[in-house]
């Protein structure tokens, strides 16, 4: 069995897309998936890319991915990677393709002098939480992830004022 990983490229964009649907259907959320898979396209592959796609491949078979974007410490002073997914098909679990996924990102940070690596995990997900803790991950209690989407999102965006100074 041989293991690797490589960039996703245009032509990958159906696998990904598929990819992101398995691993909304693990995590119960298959209801929350609305992506247009041509906007996804232009997201993830056009002028201006907003996150990086990883895939795994297992004998030459994508098997899983890892989508990926930089954010910034401002205490490090440095930028960081943010996983935003992670998922290895169901029949591949337990062949190292999520290790390989993760520490290809890990490596990826190093040689982008990034200041860290990380990721947010259901809090249900116990297969991930003993794995992630594995292989030394710290969970961020004194954190709470925060969300404006939807309406809000709009509500909020239209009352920004700016001044033309």
Known sequence: MSLSIRPATAADLPLV???IRGLAEYE??????????TVLGEKLFGPRPYAEVAIGEIDG???????FF???????????IYLEDL???PEARGSGLGKALLAHLAALAVERDCARLEWSVLDWNEPAIGFYRKLG????????VMRVDGSALQQLGASARFSAD
């Open 17 to 19: 897309a598929a990819l």
């Open 28 to 37: 119960k959320l298959a209801h929350e998936v609305r992506f247009d898979e």
């Open 61 to 67: 078979e994508a098997q899983g991915f890892a989508l």
């Open 70 to 80: 930089h954010n910034f410490s401002t205490f490090e002073g440095k930028p960081g």
């Open 87 to 89: 998922f290895v098909r």
């Open 137 to 144: 991950a710290n969970f961020m209690d004194e954190w709470t």
